[in-house]
């Protein structure tokens, strides 16, 4: 899945928070006290089936009730579907809606031919689809992260720096979404998960170098967004999120100066960006005009003026890199030129632009700072904590 051209990051990480909607969240009230925790990571939804193999001894269990339904040495290929009245294992059938699946003594748990670590849930939701949802320890979780967010051979105090983040960043998820039926999702929305089979030697260094150390401002446990480039200025969290706190209020970098893919072109047809703009919400009938709006001090666009048969409708920076892709509109900071065909769209920097500068992460550690320093310098008067 890795596209080596360039590093995982620029195809993930930088499009995943603001992708995300459950994202726009208030600054969580959570103290931190230093409690390992467990983690809900969505790995597949809205599924048809799935494909099952375990390897080694397991026990299946009623989600509820804990109730034993299966057990055994090992499981070869079967698939789940969801039926009318339950669930359908191969060619047995439980009348539940919900099955966990627990690996004994090690063994592993393979979905859709995915390695996993933990504990299994696959849900039959309302829809009569199939959510899977893996349960972990969150410092094994991370094992399966770093590798997708930034390349492995990076500088080790540049992976430190990273586990820290993401540690902080989940521990943040898991106590903004009790309510839901996990914390987050194992795809470009939110931190990539790959499993096992993502997990790296130096990596997994990283993350046990950091163990327990998270991120906090006046005790709590922050928000600790990421981006991939932020190209001079990191962004302000209250211009996206709607956060209003002193370590993401957004600062000055030069450390990711001659990163590659710093600037970028897409090019949109009209009617291309009204069937975008539809998708995500947004009527504008013959859309003909689009024209940059104000900006803040990062440069980044606060608002895009776009117009249509209509009139003129003025759209949240933010939305409209949504609206458009963000992988297609890499940030909030660009220009516009219209052409008789579409408009282009010429900018720098990758990602929403909140937090950390993961290339500048990057051009810090080869400067020889630690993590600690890289940290500070991108979370201003956060403080690093360790459980007890």
């Not at 339950?86 to 690996?103: A, D, M, N, T």
């Not at 890199?321 to 660009?334: D, Q, Y």
């Not at 080869?366 to 320093?373: H, I, T, V």
Request: charged share 30%.
């Amino acid at each position: 899945m890795i596209c080596r051209k360039y590093p995982p990051t620029a195809r993930r990480l930088v499009a995943a928070f603001l992708a995300s909607i459950l994202f726009l969240m208030p600054f969580s009230e959570y103290c931190y006290s230093g409690a390992r925790a467990n983690i809900r990571v969505c790995v597949a939804r809205d599924k048809d089936r799935v494909l099952l193999r375990i390897k080694g001894p397991y026990e299946i269990q009623d989600i509820n009730s804990a109730l034993t339904l299966d057990k055994g040495r090992s499981l070869r290929n079967a698939y789940i579907v969801p039926t009318n009245s339950g669930l359908k294992l191969g060619v047995k059938e439980f009348k539940i809606y919900g099955i966990k699946i627990i690996p004994k003594r090690d063994a592993t748990i393979f979905i859709d031919k995915r390695r996993f670590r933990g504990i299994v849930y696959i849900i039959r939701t309302e829809k009569l689809k199939l959510l899977v949802v893996n349960h972990l320890d969150i410092e094994k979780y991370l094992y399966g992260v770093l590798y997708h967010e930034v390349p492995y051979r990076w500088p080790m105090e540049a992976l430190k720096a990273q586990a820290i983040a993401a540690r902080t960043f989940a521990l943040y998820r898991i106590e903004n979404m009790r309510d839901r039926d996990y914390d987050v999702t194992s795809d470009i929305y939110a931190q990539v998960y790959g499993g096992r089979l993502s997990e790296r030697r130096r990596t997994r260094k990283a993350v046990d170098l950091t163990r327990d150390k998270v991120l906090t401002y006046k005790g709590r446990i922050i928000p600790a967004y990421y981006h991939s480039m932020c190209a001079g200025h990191t962004e302000n969290a209250k211009n996206v999120f709607n956060i209003d706190l002193p370590p993401l209020s957004g600062r000055a970098c030069r450390y990711c100066r001659g990163a590659p893919h710093m600037s970028w072109k897409a090019r949109l047809s009209y009617r291309d960006i009204e069937k975008r703009l539809k998708k995500y919400g947004i009527e504008v009938k013959r859309l003909n005009y689009i024209v940059a709006g104000r900006r803040d001090k990062s440069g980044r666009l606060k608002s895009v003026k776009v117009r249509g048969s209509k009139g003129i409708k003025e759209i949240e920076g933010y939305k409209f890199r949504l609206a458009m892709g963000p992988n297609v509109i890499k940030s909030t900071n660009f220009t516009v030129r219209i052409t008789p065909k579409g408009i282009i769209f010429r900018g720098k920097g990758w990602g929403h632009g909140v937090g950390m500068c993961q290339w500048g992460v990057f051009g810090m550690a080869k400067r020889r700072f630690n993590y600690k320093e890289i940290l500070k310098f991108y979370y201003p008067g956060a403080k690093i904590k360790t459980g007890n």
